[in-house]
C-alpha cells in the first residue's frame, strides 16, 4: 500500500492523505476500485485521529482505496471554507482517478460529527457530489452547527433531488449533538425520495468512531450493537455502488432514488400515484389497475375498503403492483417501454 | 415447553396462544422469565402466521415466555376492538405472571405492520403498558393506518411520556407502508424524551418477518442487514429490561427516558439546560459549570466561542458535565442527594 | 406449532416429543420441511432440560420441524439400548414424513456430550442413518464413553464412507469430555472422505448448551466465539441438504464426500492421484495432465519441482486442475460423462 | 499511520514492512500496541500480496502494529533460510518495541498456506517465539512442505511445551494443502497441552485469505462462514494477549496452557490426575477429593459408577472439582499457596 501526502492550502492547513492499493497483477480482477473520503470531527476546531486511520483500514481491508482530508479548522473553518476543502479534494480525486486506481463514480464521503455536517453539505450542496455518503452523528441542523461553527449553514434544508444515497448512524443518548440532528436529516431525505440506511443505537456517547478498544474508552457504557455500523456501512456500499466481480465491479443492487418518481423519465419504478397525475402516462394504466387491485384485495381478506385499496396503490409502484398481480414479465417491460419515452416534467417541482 | 391456547372473545374470535418454559430444577438462576407478546400483521384483515411462531421461537430460544395474541379482525377489527384485545391479554399475562413463570414487570409487545399499529397504541395509549415494544415495519399514521381500518387513530399522536421504549425497524423502499410511518414514531418518541433504538434498512419488500429463507420468499430483493433485526431487539431487550444473571435478572443497562428531565425527581441525569429552569436546582449548580465549562472547552481548542460552549452544554446531562470536568465521584453523589429530593414539577407540561 | 408426545419405550422411559410447523398456505413454497432429531446430553444418567428447547428452538425458528429423543438412561442405558432407541424414533419420523410435513432425506441428528456420542453412533454405525450430525462436545473414544456407561462402542473406530456430514464443535479447555474426543472423530472423518465442518473454541466449561445467558451460568468464563455455533450450524445444514427456495428445498452446496473418490462411479470429481491408479481412468487422463501441470507450475514461479508439483496434484481433484489450466468447460464435460461408466470397485477398499 | 520499509537481506531479497500507528495524545489510554507480523503465503515460490495488506488491514483497524515480512523464495528458500529471516525481523521488532509503540510480549504471528508453515515453525522451534499464532490453511507435514520446499522440516513434530497458543483455521476441502495438515498441527497442541482455538470450514479453495471479494474470486464456491476467521482471530488475540483497557492492555482472559500441568510450579490449575502422582501434592488433596466426588456424582444421578467418576476427574482441574464441590474460595486459596510451592519437576518429561 502506497501512503501520499498532499498539501491543498498551505494558509488554511488543509491537507489530503491517500492510501492507495494496487490494482491488476494478483488482483486480476480489479483494474480500478471504489473510494472512500475521510471526514474526521472535531467541532470545527480540531481532526480527532480517531476518527482517521481506524476508520480508513476498515474500507482498505474491503478493498477500497481511501482518503483523509484535514479541512479548514478554528478561525479558518468560517464557511464555505471547509465545503471548498472538499471541493477541491473530491476534484483531486476524481482527476487522478486513472492513475490511482479509483472509479470515478464510486466515491463515497464519510464524515463524523462536525466532519459529518461537512458530508452532508457535501451529499446536499456541493457541487462535486459524492456518489454516496456516510454520516457519523453528524451535526445537521442550524441551531447544533452554530454551537461550532457559526457560519455553518443547515445541511437537512439543502436537501435536493441530485442528493446522493446515505448512511446515517448515531446513538439516542448523544448528548453533545443530539440525536435530533440524524432524524432531521433522514427526514429530508424521505421527504426528497433519496435512498438511505440509518440506524439508531439505543445508547453510548458521542464520537464513538469506530467503538474499537483502541479507539473508545472501554469503560464508556455503549450498546452492543453500534461497532456493527462499520460492517453494515461495507455492506451497504457494495449494494449502493456494487462489488468486487469477476469481470470488474457489479452490478448495484440498490438505485439512488427509493423509487423511479424522480428519475429524467417516467417508468414502471415510478409509484402509480405519480404515474396517474401524468396525462402521458395515465391511459397506458388503463384496465390493468382493476385487476392488480383485486388480486391484491382478495390476499387481504375480503373486507378491505375499495377506498383503503386505492390510497394504498398510490405509493406502490407500478412493477410491484404487476407483479403481485401476476401481469407476465413481457407486458411489464412492454409498458416500461413506452414509459420510457415519457420526460418526467415534474421532476424540478416534486415536493 | 408447555403450549396453552385461550379463547379471550369467542364473538370477536380473539385468541391468546402462549408457549412456556420451565423455570427452576436444572434452570437453577430462573424463578421468572422476561415475556413477549406477539401481534402479527395482516391489514386488519387476517393475522399473519408468517409472524407468529417464527418470530416466537426466537424470543423463546433466549429464555423468554412467548404469547401470541390473535386480535379482532375485518368487521371486527372497528376502534377500539383491537386494543380492548391487547388490554386484556396483557391483564390475564400479568395476572398469571407467577403461576406462568413472568416477571411482571419485563413484558415486550412485538407487532408487525398493522400488529405493529396495535403495538405502538399498546405503548402510547393503553392502560396496561408493556415494559418495551417492538415494532416492525409499523402502521403509524392516520392516513396510513386508514388505509386499513377506517376508525384506527394515529399513534405518533399519542405518545407522552410514559409510553415505552421502542424498538423500530422498516426497510426504505417499502411501498405498502411507507417508512415515513415508522420516522414519524420516532421523532415523536425523540419529542418525548423516550428511549428507542431504530434500523431503517436501505432496502426490501413490506411483510419480511424474520427474513429467514422460510418466510421470505427467497427471490425477493432485500438487503443483507434486514434479518439482524431479530438478534438485535434481542440485544436491546436485553439491556432494557436486563438480562439472566447468577441470581435473577440482572439490573437493565438503559433507562426508560433519554435523560432524567422526565423522572418524578431531579437528578444529575437531568439536562443542565433543565435544571438551570429550576429554581430551586439552580443554587445547586453555581460555581461547578465554571470549572466543567473551560474543561471543556480546552479539550476542543481554545477558539470554540463561549456562546456554542453554553448552547451544548445545554442538553448534556450535568453527570456527563461534571464527569467530563473530573469531578470527583463523592461530590458527584452528593449532588445527586440533594437533586433527588425536588420534585420534577414541570414533568406534566414537557412537551 | 403442534406438540406432540410420543412413548416409544414404556419399560425403559423412552419418549419422542415433537415440534411440528406448519407446511402450505401462508408458507407457499414449504410442502416439506427438514428436521432436527435432538439428542440432549446428561452423561447417559439423565437428559439435560437446558439441551432441549433451547437448542429446538433455534432450528424452528429456522424453518425446520424440531424433535426431542429421551432415550435409554442409566441402568437401561446398557448399549445397544440408547440406539435402538435412536433407530426407533428415526424410523418413526422417516414412516411419518409426510403426514409430518417432513423431508424424509433431509433430517439432521444433533447430540450434546453423551447425546454427542449417541448423535455420532447414529451418524457412523445406525442402520438407519441421519443425513447430517451435529456433535456438541461429544463423548467418542471408548475411554471416554465408559466413564459414564461401560458398555458403550468408540464412535471414531466405527465410521465409514456412509458416514453422514458431520458438524462438531467444542472447548479446547473442556476437562468433562476432553477436546482430544472431538479432535479423534474430524481426524477418522478426514481419513474416510467425509465432509465436516468444525469448531474447537479457545475456552469454556462443558455443556454450555447454546450458550446463551439463559442455559449457561453467566458467569463461567467461556470465549466469545462459542455462542455462534448455533447459528453456523444452521448455515451449514442449508449447505449440506439445501435452503428453502421459490420452489421447494434447493439443491446442497456442499457434497457429503470430500471428494468424489468415494462415490459408485468414477468422476472429474475424483482425485488425481485416485484416478490414476485406475486401469479404466487412467488413459482418459493422458496429455490434459501435462499442460494442466505445466500452467500450474508456472502460476507459481518457475522454481517449484516437477516432483513437488506431482504430489501435490494427487490430492487435487481432477476438475480443479483442469479449471485452473482452464480447460473448456464441455471438454470437462466430456470427460465427466466417460468417467461416470466406470464403476468405483476400490471403493469398499478406500483406506 | 507511518509506513517503514526496511531490507533485512539483499542478497535473499528479504524485508520487512511496518504500519505503525500513533500511541498517546488522543490515544490517552495507548501507550504501547500488540502487533501482528505476517508471513503472507505462496508455496516459497512467491509472496502473495492477496495475504498482505489485506490482512495487515484488519489488526491495524483493532489498534494493532502490523508488520510483513518477505521472507526467502525459490532458490533461497532452502532451511532454515526462511526461519533466520523470521528470528531476525522478530528479534528486530522486540527491539525497536519501545521506539515503535509496540508491547514486546504481545506480538502474533500470522501466517498462510507455506507461510502458515513458517509461523506454525516460528511457533514450535524458532529462538524468539511469538506470543500467538494464527495459521491460515498451513502447510505442516513434510510430506506436504516438501512438495514447495524439499528441505522444510514438519512443524507438527517440533511442538513442545513452550509453543505458543495457536488460532487453526482451513476449509475441509482445500485439495492444494489438504487439511490433514491443520487436524496434524491442532493434535499436537492438545498432546502438549497448547492452548489453540481452530477453524475447519465445511468447503472453500485454497488461498482465500480474507475472503472478501476484492482477494477472492467471488464466483469460487466457499462456505458462508469462511470470512470470520478474520474477526474471530481478533477476538481471540484480545482472550490471549489482552485488550485494550483504560488504563493500557487487560489481563488476557485464556490461559498458554489448557491446565497448569505445564507450568514450572504446581497449582490448582493442575488436574487432579496429574496432581496425585505427585508426592509431595498427593497428601494435600486427601479427603476433600471424596466430598467434591460425591457432589458431582449426586448431581449426574445416583447411578454413575464409582469408577467412572473416577476417570472422570483425573482430567478435571482441582480448581475446578473444588468449585463444583463448593468448597470456599479461602480454602481453595489456601490450597493453592502450598501447591505453588511445589516444583513441577515432571514438567520436561511431559509429551
Same mark, same amino acid.
Given at each position: 500500500?502506497?501512503?501520499?501526502?498532499?498539501?491543498?492550502?498551505?494558509?488554511?492547513?488543509?491537507?489530503?492523505?491517500?492510501?492507495?492499493?494496487?490494482?491488476?497483477?494478483?488482483?486480476?480482477?480489479?483494474?480500478?476500485?471504489?473510494?472512500?473520503?475521510?471526514?474526521?470531527?472535531?467541532?470545527?476546531?480540531?481532526?480527532? !485521529? =480517531?476518527?482517521?486511520?481506524? %476508520? /480508513?483500514? @476498515?474500507?482498505?481491508?474491503?478493498?477500497?482505496?481511501? $482518503?483523509?482530508?484535514?479541512?479548514?479548522?478554528?478561525?479558518?473553518?468560517?464557511?464555505?471554507?471547509?465545503?471548498?476543502?472538499?471541493?477541491?479534494?473530491?476534484?483531486?480525486?476524481?482527476?487522478?482517478?486513472?492513475?490511482?486506481?479509483?472509479?470515478?463514480?464510486?466515491?463515497?464521503?464519510?464524515?463524523?460529527?462536525?466532519?459529518?455536517?461537512?458530508?452532508?453539505?457535501?451529499?446536499?450542496?456541493?457541487?462535486?457530489?459524492?456518489?454516496?455518503?456516510?454520516?457519523?452523528?453528524?451535526?445537521?441542523?442550524?441551531?447544533?452547527?452554530?454551537?461550532? !461553527? =457559526?457560519?455553518?449553514?443547515? %445541511? /437537512?434544508? @439543502?436537501?435536493?433531488?441530485?442528493?446522493?444515497?446515505? $448512511?446515517?448512524?448515531?446513538?439516542?443518548?448523544?448528548?453533545?449533538?443530539?440525536?435530533?440532528?440524524?432524524?432531521?436529516?433522514?427526514?429530508?431525505?424521505?421527504?426528497?425520495?433519496?435512498?438511505?440506511?440509518?440506524?439508531?443505537?439505543?445508547?453510548?456517547?458521542?464520537?464513538?468512531?469506530?467503538?474499537?478498544?483502541?479507539?473508545?474508552?472501554?469503560?464508556?457504557?455503549?450498546?452492543?450493537?453500534?461497532?456493527?455500523?462499520?460492517?453494515?456501512?461495507?455492506?451497504?456500499?457494495?449494494?449502493?455502488?456494487?462489488?468486487?466481480?469477476?469481470?470488474?465491479?457489479?452490478?448495484?443492487?440498490?438505485?439512488?432514488? @427509493?423509487?423511479?418518481?424522480?428519475?429524467?423519465?417516467?417508468?414502471?419504478?415510478?409509484?402509480?400515484?405519480?404515474?396517474?397525475?401524468?396525462?402521458?402516462?395515465?391511459?397506458?394504466?388503463?384496465?390493468?389497475?382493476?385487476?392488480?387491485?383485486?388480486?391484491?384485495?382478495?390476499?387481504?381478506?375480503?373486507?378491505?375498503?375499495?377506498?383503503?385499496?386505492?390510497?394504498?396503490?398510490?405509493?406502490?409502484?407500478?412493477?410491484?403492483?404487476?407483479?403481485?398481480?401476476?401481469?407476465?414479465?413481457?407486458?411489464?417491460?412492454?409498458?416500461?417501454?413506452?414509459?420510457?419515452?415519457?420526460?418526467?416534467?415534474?421532476?424540478?417541482?416534486?415536493?
Amino acid at each position: 500500500m502506497e501512503t501520499k501526502y498532499m498539501t491543498l492550502n498551505q494558509e488554511r492547513n488543509v491537507s489530503l492523505t491517500a492510501y492507495l492499493q494496487k490494482t491488476g497483477s494478483e488482483f486480476t480482477n480489479i483494474s480500478a476500485r471504489p473510494a472512500v473520503l475521510i471526514l474526521p470531527g472535531g467541532g470545527y476546531q480540531i481532526c480527532s !485521529e =480517531r476518527e482517521m486511520d481506524p %476508520a /480508513a483500514m @476498515a474500507y482498505l481491508k474491503a478493498g477500497y482505496q481511501a $482518503f483523509i482530508l484535514r479541512y479548514s479548522l478554528g478561525e479558518h473553518a468560517v464557511w464555505p471554507n471547509p465545503l471548498k476543502d472538499y471541493e477541491q479534494a473530491m476534484r483531486m480525486i476524481r482527476e487522478h482517478a486513472e492513475e490511482w486506481g479509483i472509479c470515478r463514480d464510486k466515491i463515497a464521503v464519510i464524515g463524523f460529527s462536525a466532519g459529518g455536517h461537512l458530508a452532508a453539505c457535501a451529499a446536499s450542496m456541493s457541487e462535486n457530489r459524492p456518489d454516496a455518503a456516510i454520516l457519523g452523528y453528524p451535526v445537521i441542523t442550524e441551531e447544533s452547527a452554530h454551537v461550532w !461553527e =457559526r457560519t455553518a449553514p443547515d %445541511a /437537512a434544508k @439543502a436537501v435536493d433531488r441530485n442528493t446522493c444515497p446515505c $448512511f446515517v448512524f448515531a446513538t439516542r443518548t448523544d448528548s453533545t449533538v443530539p440525536v435530533k440532528n440524524s432524524l432531521r436529516f433522514i427526514q429530508a431525505l424521505e421527504e426528497h425520495n433519496i435512498s438511505f440506511e440509518s440506524h439508531i443505537y439505543a445508547y453510548g456517547p458521542h464520537g464513538f468512531s469506530t467503538a474499537d478498544a483502541s479507539v473508545l474508552d472501554p469503560q464508556m457504557p455503549v450498546c452492543g450493537r453500534v461497532h456493527r455500523w462499520v460492517a453494515d456501512s461495507i455492506g451497504w456500499l457494495k449494494e449502493m455502488l456494487g462489488d468486487f466481480g469477476p469481470d470488474g465491479i457489479t452490478k448495484p443492487l440498490c438505485k439512488r432514488w @427509493a423509487n423511479g418518481n424522480s428519475a429524467d423519465y417516467l417508468s414502471v419504478d415510478c409509484t402509480i400515484g405519480y404515474l396517474m397525475q401524468n396525462r402521458q402516462a395515465r391511459p397506458l394504466l388503463g384496465g390493468m389497475m382493476g385487476s392488480a387491485g383485486k388480486q391484491e384485495a382478495s390476499g387481504m381478506g375480503s373486507s378491505m375498503s375499495q377506498e383503503g385499496m386505492e390510497v394504498m396503490m398510490q405509493s406502490m409502484t407500478l412493477r410491484e403492483a404487476l407483479q403481485y398481480g401476476q401481469v407476465p414479465a413481457e407486458t411489464i417491460e412492454l409498458l416500461q417501454g413506452k414509459l420510457a419515452r415519457i420526460e418526467n416534467r415534474q421532476n424540478g417541482l416534486l415536493r
